[in-house]
Structure formats: structure tokens, C-alpha cells
């Protein structure tokens, strides 16, 4: 059985969604994830950054984040063969725990909850995949890692970046 630990934050749930619509209303401006390529809103309006890490604070900032197309479908076929853990730098956000911890039970009830990792350095994990957003975890990571293509590494390129859930369960059913 293929172990394959998945990122949470641009991976399976949609952060930045609700980040712009907050900023957008708080604001009366009109960001979207294409004004965003390459960078992240708090390099866009660095007079905000502030502002926008406090929104991030918030406790409950992460309960209700929309799930990323396609990650659900393709989770759960993926569970069915394969160990699917999830391995989320809670400690970014220190206050997301409770948060993250009810959205995966809420939208991925098929992944036991003694698969949720809460880390800060995802080089302790042992896995054979790692999927991430962010291409710094996968350099310590020790199996093989998939760059999951968002809006802050569109300028990224890495030996396997994949844009979608479906491009991602289509490389496992094939390979596995």
C-alpha cells in the first residue's frame, strides 16, 4: 500500500478564495487568484499585510473554507487503495487546529482522524508522496514529492507538478 501524505491549505482546501472575498469586502476592492500569479495578496497591498495576517489568526478562519474541485472524488478513490494522511503546517497558524481539524471531519470523513498531521517541518514525514503547494516542503521531504499547481508558484517548475485532482488520481491509478 502506497502512503501519500497531502498538504491541506491550496491543496484540498481553498484558502485564498476566501481570503480575496474577505480582503475584497473589507476593503470594496475586486482581487482574483489571476491578479495573484506568482505572489500572494499581502505582496500585492503590503500596506495590509498586517491586516491580512490578522484575518489569517482568526480562529476560525479555516472552518469553512471551500473545498478545492475535484479533491473529495479523487481522495476518496485514492483511500480505497492507498494510505492517505494529512499533513498540514498547523503551526503557521497556531490558532487553526480546531478549525482544520473539524473541516476535515466534516468534508474527508473517509481519512481517520489518527491520519491528520499537524506540523511545522514537514521533513519529518514519512511518506512515499508528499502533495504540496509549496515547493520548500518538498526539498526536505524525503519520498517523492508533487507540486500541486496554485497561484503563487504558477512561475514554479518542479519534476512533477500536477494542476488538478484528476490529473493527480489519473498518475496513481496508472502508476499503482
Not at 482581487?31 to 503590503?46: F, H, M, Q, S
Not at 490558532?95 to 482522524?113: M, R, V
Request: glycine share 2%; with cysteine; proline share 3%.
Amino acid at each position: 500500500m502506497v502512503r501519500i501524505a497531502i498538504d491541506m491549505d491550496e491543496v484540498i482546501a481553498d484558502f485564498t478564495a476566501k481570503l480575496l472575498r474577505q480582503y475584497n469586502e473589507k476593503y470594496e476592492a475586486s482581487y482574483t487568484k489571476a491578479d495573484l500569479e506568482g505572489i500572494n495578496l499581502r505582496d500585492v497591498r503590503p500596506e495590509h499585510a498586517e491586516a491580512i495576517r490578522a484575518m489569517i489568526r482568526e480562529k476560525d478562519y479555516f472552518s469553512d473554507l471551500p473545498v478545492i474541485e475535484g479533491a473529495q472524488e479523487a481522495l476518496k478513490k485514492l483511500s480505497e487503495k492507498h494510505e492517505l494522511f494529512i499533513t498540514t503546517a498547523a503551526m503557521d497558524f497556531p490558532t487553526s487546529f480546531n478549525a482544520k481539524y473539524e473541516w476535515l471531519q466534516e468534508h474527508f470523513p473517509f481519512i481517520p482522524d489518527t491520519h491528520y498531521v499537524f506540523c511545522g517541518d514537514k521533513s519529518i514525514i514519512s511518506a512515499d508522496y508528499l502533495i504540496d503547494d509549496h515547493s520548500r516542503h518538498l526539498k526536505s521531504f524525503k519520498g517523492q514529492g508533487i507540486l500541486f499547481a496554485a497561484h503563487h508558484n504558477v512561475n514554479e517548475s518542479y519534476e512533477l507538478k500536477m494542476s488538478s485532482w484528476e490529473e493527480i488520481y489519473k498518475y496513481f491509478d496508472n502508476k499503482y
